[in-house]
């Protein structure tokens, strides 16, 4: 089907009424919004080794779900000068490929989103006992804090998570496990929403995990990336069927991190 990339924003914004499109980051970053799409590359970040991945495979619009100049907004002039920006600036305009961010939206929407592609990722199917917007607590059979982790890092293992950090005591019962959307989410609330283990993907060390220590209740730390990659590529699923017949790439992303081990 012939299709522009302004197409897939008025998509987005039909299914997305939830989100303030006075004051989202979902908007075009890079190009003409009326260019023609001849291919679609989705992916987590709009990194520049990304981006180059995308044009090779023949991808003029580029969908991220996270900023392309390292701001939430895309508005910080304390990256412009740095080498990595002006790189990426410069491809962009040699290209004239279409950057455009799906991060508003696609955080909430139901089933396929962020947060409920997360939770299947990780096997919690039950109903939930406790739900926000972001958040939400999910019960799972009683097991010790240590299995857990270890059943999490088996699921993020493929995303290139090598291993899952784990706050508190191994041997501590948990059967109500908090889950939430990327930053947004918060251990607190989980604590406040009655889960008695939770896992989250930004946190600031001598506070939460001090404090998760003194309340008692087990945490799980995983890559920021590694919890919304599962969404991204139902991203990338959705977006073929509702533009049938558009070619649409995954590119993934993946964690960033390794582990080295001292010798």
């Keep these: ?8 924003d008025r998509h987005m914004r039909r299914i997305g009424p939830y989100v303030d499109f006075s004051a989202t980051c979902d908007t075009f970053k890079s190009g003409d919004p009326d260019t023609g799409v001849k291919g679609v590359a989705v992916s987590w970040m709009s990194t520049t080794a990304a981006l180059r991945n995308a044009h090779d495979r023949g991808c003029n619009l580029f969908i991220t779900h996270e ?12 990256f412009d000068q740095d080498a990595c920006t002006r790189e990426k600036r410069a491809f962009l305009d040699q290209t004239g490929m279409v950057v455009y961010r799906c991060h508003d939206v696609w955080d909430r929407f139901p089933g396929e989103g962020i947060l409920d592609s997360w939770a299947a990722c990780l096997g919690l199917t039950a109903p939930a006992v406790a739900n926000e917007a972001f958040m939400r607590v999910v019960p799972i059979e009683p ?3 240590g299995e857990w982790a270890r059943e999490v890092a088996r699921r993020v293992k493929p995303f290139g998570q090598e291993a899952v950090l784990l706050v508190g005591d ?6 109500r496990v908090g889950i939430g959307t990327g ?28 404090w998760f220590q003194d309340m008692g209740v087990p945490l799980l730390v995983v890559d920021h990336t590694v919890s919304e990659e599962p969404g ?3 991203l990338a699923s959705y977006l073929r069927r509702v533009f049938e017949g558009a070619r649409v790439e ?6 960033p991190f390794r582990l080295i081990h001292a010798t």
């Design 170 to 175: 191994p041997e501590q019962r948990v059967s």
């Design 143 to 145: 097991t010790s804090a």
């Design 250 to 255: 995954y590119i993934p992303t993946h964690c």
């Design 183 to 210: 930053a947004i989410a918060s251990g607190r609330d989980y604590v406040r929403m009655d889960a008695d283990v939770g896992i989250v993907t930004e946190l600031i060390w001598w506070r939460e995990a001090r």
């Design 232 to 234: 991204i590529i139902n």
């Design 1 to 8: 089907m012939s299709f522009t990339a302004r197409d897939v």
């Design 67 to 78: 900023p392309t100049f390292y701001a939430h907004m895309d508005d910080d002039p304390a």
